[in-house]
């Protein structure tokens, strides 16, 4: 039999040229390109989702957990055995630390005792030069709210509290056992830095049991800056307070306005004229949890509360490459916190 033509074959049979080759190579490596492009992008925004998430829970967290402390403010418990009211203090020629107290752009440092008014520990405008390190975990113009209140005991066991009124840590505070009105529960609310680098939200409160102030405890990580602002009711800045108002807050002050040099009764009786609380944060996520690194400038209380003399009222922020998120809310108290 005739062999088969295998020169034919053999003519027949064609390589890639260069070119194609090529060709081939850089349309594959296009491919290729493409595909991982498109996967860092949807890696980086599940990320940024992930992030985003987060971060609105920490802010409904932190709003609930403030909101709750600060309604507490002057709640004064009507059905206990031995009570004791704030009017009745007044007859007897006393002066008690108002439910409500705050200091401006200032760093927590634990007080000596109960008596915030007269204490020197904390001051307005400490910030700046308590804190180590130049940037906003701790340099941010924070403030520092404080809020007192009358815990209730347990119907069946008056050495414990019954758990409805709480301080920032969630515990259950119990009533009076004297007549003190300045030994009611007391909570504090203020920005650390924490040993990571990262700010927080902590809470500091005063154990009856052990007769001393706990140590601040983060609450809600990330929150870079925490500004207050004081509704007050007939107060003029700086100044000692005149005749009783209408109990309808009509001017926005902040911590150190409510203070009268040399004059702590004055300031006092302002402090006790404050019928709501505006509170404003920036809380910010983990480096890189943000699309774009984008250096950008934050108004934790709104644009219109924005003043040269308050260092908080505006938070610059570097291009750091993390998701922040500003909010602000207004809570109104509903207890009477004046003596009459």
């Not at 929150?223 to 005149?242: I, K």
Request: hydrophobic share 40%.
């Amino acid at each position: 039999m005739r062999q088969p033509h295998l020169a034919f074959f053999a003519r027949n049979q064609h390589g890639l040229t260069l070119v194609e080759l090529l060709v081939a190579l850089s349309m594959g490596l296009l491919v290729v390109l493409v595909a991982t492009s498109s996967l860092l992008m949807s890696q980086q925004g599940f990320r940024s989702v992930d992030a985003t998430t987060e971060l609105r829970d920490r802010e409904r967290f932190a709003v609930e957990l403030i909101s709750r402390l600060i309604l507490q403010a002057g709640f004064q418990d009507y059905g206990a055995s031995s009570i004791s009211l704030r009017s009745a203090a007044q007859f007897l020629g006393n002066d008690p630390e108002p439910d409500v107290y705050g200091w401006n752009n200032a760093i927590y440092k634990q007080p000596d005792d109960l008596l915030l008014s007269t204490g020197t520990k904390i001051t307005d405008g400490n910030r700046p030069g308590a804190c180590s390190v130049n940037d906003t975990s701790c340099k941010n113009g924070s403030d520092i709210l404080a809020v007192r209140f009358q815990g209730v005991n347990s119907p069946t066991n008056a050495a414990n509290p019954d758990n409805t009124m709480i301080n920032c840590m969630g515990q259950g505070e119990a009533g009076l056992t004297g007549g003190d009105l300045n030994d009611r529960a007391l909570s504090m609310l203020h920005v650390t830095r924490g040993s990571n680098g990262e700010p927080a939200l902590s809470c500091s409160y005063y154990n009856f049991k052990t007769g001393s102030w706990t140590s601040p405890a983060p609450m809600v990580e990330g929150v870079e800056s925490f500004q207050l602002l004081f509704g007050t009711d007939n107060v003029t800045p700086a100044t000692a307070p005149g005749a009783a108002g209408d109990t309808v807050a009509e001017r926005w002050l902040r911590a150190d306005q409510l203070t009268v040099a040399g004059n702590t009764a004055a300031t006092r009786e302002n402090w006790r004229r404050v019928r709501a609380v505006r509170v404003g944060l920036v809380i910010r996520g983990t480096t890189g949890s943000a699309p774009q690194a984008i250096a950008a400038t934050y108004t934790p209380l709104g644009s219109m509360y924005v003043t040269a003399d308050d260092t908080g009222s505006s938070l610059a922020v570097a291009a750091d490459g993390r998701l922040r998120v500003q909010t602000a809310f207004t809570v109104h108290l509903r207890n009477d916190l004046s003596l009459r």
